[in-house]
Nanobody, 123 residues
């Protein structure tokens, strides 16, 4: 699975952004998908994950209630809706395909990464 993320940008605190992830490869619907992020000087961290059929989702505590992950297997796309953004959300965001059909919540559970998209939240 090859992934390409888009939709990042500069937004004021309290604003919203929607990240998109376009996938190629016929194995897309067999894999869980996830979003991770990495701020300068920090390790890549888990943000949100969704199972192969969208039935299960999981979120980092820091984004629960503000971010929503979704996927459309018919279109080979995934999305991350981010609301009530905070300066602490500033990072490069990566979409990723899990090794399994379930929830890939650790970097070890990821089989392929897309290129990142920068999200900057100003105060």
């Amino acid at each position: 699975v090859q992934l390409q993320a888009s939709g990042g940008g500069l937004v004021q605190a309290g604003g919203s952004l929607r990240l998109s992830c376009a996938a190629s490869g016929r194995m897309f619907s067999n894999n869980g998908l996830a979003w991770f992020r990495q701020a300068p000087g920090s390790e890549r961290e888990f943000v949100a994950a969704i199972s192969w059929n969208g039935a299960y989702t999981e979120y980092a505590d820091s984004v629960k209630g503000r971010f929503t992950i979704s996927r459309d297997n018919a279109k080979n796309t995934a999305a991350l809706q981010m609301n009530s953004l905070k300066p602490a959300d500033t990072a490069v965001y990566y979409c990723a395909a899990a090794r399994s059909a379930g929830l890939g919540t650790t970097t070890r559970g990821i089989r392929s990464w897309g290129q990142g998209t920068q999200v900057t939240v100003s105060s």
